[in-house]
Structures are given as structure tokens and as C-alpha cells.
């Protein structure tokens, strides 16, 4: 199977985050990279999703149908019984891999707590969710970066979708990341240019894509399409 250059390099498994305000897109990004086919359909073997409202949500409404296994907490025990049922499979028989997503749980009890089962998943994702055949993925989607998601879960993100967000949001990323990208500056303008077009995303891959010369190399695209750092 050919995957669009573009797209991040999933090989190692990824943690990706996806932070925009309400509306902007962000489960529209779930739907394209877990179904269509010039993404990553049909790569993962299974999925949980957890939300608030993750089962009214129309966008994922197919996906959800397809694989199940939609909580609306993010609690340790809800996340163990999930992380029990991987880790506990036949060991005579292929190993699955896994994603799980956790779409705005910024309300949910557990989700911004230091010590929990989702900051101890976010340190060891790849071991707990890869499969023989494939990688591991665990995506958090949030209105807000900063503030909320826990520093330890922050940390391991390897792939960043950046959506409109506020200015104070958007400031913290560039100087945290701007290292990175070339400069605060240059991330500035890259952040700049992406979200003030509708629906724009600056998509950023510390890991790189699937272009073999990027390998372990940072990226950046607008909207997985059009290469904009280096």
C-alpha cells in the first residue's frame, strides 16, 4: 500500500494533537485520517474513541458505528479496561494495533489530572497500542493546549494539527516550538498564513513524513497538502 508522501511517517507509532475552537474542523481531521483511503484507513485494527459527547457527534458518527467502543469519561478504570483487553490478546494469534481518541474531554473528570491512566498511556503508547502489522496511535483533540492537556501528555505529542485558537494559545506554541520550525518568527507567519484561511490547519511533524530524507527530521504542511517548512 502507497502513502501520500505528505502525511506523517506513523511507523513508530504517533501521538498526535489536534487543537482548534468549536467548529473548525477538528472531528472532520478524525473522519479523513481514520477514513478515507489516501489516509490511514483500514490501518488500524481497533479503535476506542472518548468524549463528552463523542457518541452525538455526527462527523464520527461512521466511525464510531464501525469500531465501537465510544465512553463518554476518560476515567482511569474506563482507559484500563480498554488498555486490558490490547495488551491481554492471544499471544498464538496476530497481535491488533490501536488507536484511541480522546475528543474534547477537557470537562470530563481525569483528563487534566498529572497522575492518571491517560498520562501513564501518553508515556508508553507504543508499546501498549502497536500490533504486529502495525503501529499504535493515540490522538487528543481539545479546544485549548495550554491549561489543560497535562504537561506529560503535551510532552509526547509528535504530531501537531494547529487550529484557530486564541492569541495567548497560539504565542505559548511558537515559543515552545518555534525552535523548531525555524524561528518564532518564521512559525509565527507559517501559523499566521495557514489560519487565516477557513478550515486552515498548520499540521507540524517533529518525526517527519513519509519522504525516506525526512525521516526523524520536523516538517510542517498546510492542511497535509502543501509543504511549508522546510
Known amino acids: 500500500r502507497i502513502i501520500d508522501h505528505r502525511?506523517?511517517?506513523v511507523k513508530g507509532g504517533?501521538?498526535?494533537?489536534?487543537?482548534?475552537?468549536?467548529?473548525?474542523?477538528?472531528s472532520t481531521i478524525l473522519l479523513n485520517w481514520f477514513g478515507r483511503k489516501d489516509f490511514y484507513r483500514g490501518y488500524y485494527d481497533r479503535m476506542a474513541f472518548f468524549g463528552a459527547s463523542i457518541q452525538h457527534d455526527d462527523t464520527?458518527?461512521?466511525?464510531?458505528?464501525?469500531?465501537g467502543n465510544a465512553y463518554d469519561n476518560c476515567e482511569d478504570g474506563t482507559i484500563e479496561d480498554v488498555l486490558k483487553y490490547q495488551t491481554e490478546q492471544d499471544p498464538d494469534k496476530e497481535r491488533?494495533?490501536?488507536?484511541?481518541?480522546?475528543?474534547?474531554?477537557?470537562?470530563?473528570?481525569?483528563?487534566?489530572?498529572?497522575?492518571?491512566?491517560?498520562?501513564?498511556?501518553?508515556?508508553?503508547?507504543?508499546?501498549?497500542?502497536?500490533?504486529?502489522r502495525g503501529s499504535g496511535c493515540l490522538v487528543i483533540s481539545n479546544q485549548r493546549i495550554y491549561g489543560s492537556v497535562p504537561l506529560s501528555v503535551r510532552a509526547s505529542i509528535n504530531v501537531w494539527i494547529i487550529g484557530r485558537l486564541n492569541w495567548s494559545q497560539l504565542e505559548?506554541?511558537?515559543?515552545?516550538?518555534?525552535a523548531v520550525f525555524g524561528g518564532e518568527e518564521a512559525l509565527r507567519t507559517m501559523l499566521e498564513?495557514?489560519?487565516?484561511?477557513?478550515?486552515?490547519?498548520?499540521?507540524?511533524?517533529?518525526?517527519?513524513?513519509?519522504?525516506?530524507?525526512?525521516?526523524?527530521?520536523?516538517?510542517?504542511?498546510?492542511?497535509?497538502k502543501e509543504k511549508i517548512f522546510p
Do not use: W
Not at 505559548?172 to 518555534?178: I, L
Not at 484561511?197 to 498546510?222: M, T
Open 7 to 9: 502525511l506523517p511517517s
Open 193 to 224: 498564513e495557514c489560519l487565516e484561511k477557513e478550515h486552515g490547519f498548520f499540521c507540524g511533524y517533529l518525526d517527519g513524513d513519509n519522504e525516506p530524507e525526512n525521516h526523524g527530521r520536523p516538517v510542517a504542511y498546510f492542511n497535509f
Open 14 to 26: 504517533i501521538q498526535m494533537g489536534i487543537f482548534a475552537r468549536p467548529f473548525s474542523g477538528k
Open 172 to 178: 505559548q506554541f511558537t515559543k515552545e516550538f518555534g
Open 96 to 132: 491488533e494495533n490501536m488507536a484511541m481518541i480522546f475528543d474534547d474531554c477537557l470537562s470530563m473528570n481525569g483528563f487534566s489530572k498529572r497522575d492518571s491512566a491517560l498520562t501513564r498511556l501518553s508515556a508508553r503508547y507504543r508499546h501498549l497500542l502497536k500490533g504486529d
Open 60 to 67: 464520527l458518527e461512521s466511525l464510531i458505528n464501525h469500531f
